[in-house]
């Protein structure tokens, strides 16, 4: 990593120490993380180098966004109980997230995704930590549609953003929701909807390019996007929440220096992300960067 851990760790404690003051819900899913990593440590497992960077770097900035608002939807759908013995499909997010699902939220989570590297990462994960609520389905969609199963949960967190045909990929979640089953979403949102192309691959999932051959990397929603994404599903809006950006520009500043410097800037993101960003926002702006949840029932 080329600094040395320590110090790594020292100033990602001292940013989540911030951000602790200033209330950022996400920190929790951040201890989640530190506690898995450490589990696998004591089991003997993992490259050092991967527990290395989980330990300084948790969760990345998003995470913290999302994890509040899905967090906070999760309880006033489903009431007191939440999500506790459901039965839980998760496409394609952020491995944290299924995670907790099944080990915090107690949910029998099954994980599909068709960036395999990306499965198998978590697959050798919840081997080594010996989890038994977490499944897998290496065929994705297209396998458990056929299979005709059916979920009273469906999650995808940071996912539909970057899929280049996301009004296909939601009817197909859909397909998979029992009646009066839940679709959990967030993605990016901007007050005018946008798509973003980067000149590398980030995903192997992407094809799509532009005029100057830049690969897709995800799109930003507007209200007119929101609502068509609601229309495709069929389904019944029962919550949604923002977070906006405080200041205009900022987050666009945050990727510019992220992609610069790595992993010696992104270690402050909790102390960011918690001056930076307004959370539980019920409405839409005029301006900025947010991020969105979404919650959808199957009629």
Known sequence: ????????MLYALSSEACAARHGLPGLELAHFVRELVVGEMERGHGPFHDQAVRLAHPVSGLRYLEFSHVKEALGRVFGGNGIRRRA?????????FPFWFALREHAFVTMTNPDAEDLERSKRFVGRLGLERISF?????????????RYEIITSISVIEHAED???LIEQMVVLLEGGGHLVLTFPVRPSYQEEYRPERTYPTQQKIDEQGWFFFQRFYDDERIDRLIGASGCVEVFRKYCWESREGWFDWYIREWRRR????VVNDAAMFSRSFEFAADKPRDRGFGNCCLVLRKK
């Open 1 to 8: 990593m080329g600094i040395p851990l320590e110090v790594l």
């Open 88 to 96: 839980v499909l998760d496409v394609s997010s952020p491995w944290q």
């Open 137 to 149: 389905c290496d065929g994705g969609l297209e396998a458990l549609v056929s299979s005709g199963a």
């Open 166 to 168: 996301d009004l296909s």
């Open 262 to 265: 790595g992993i010696s800037f």
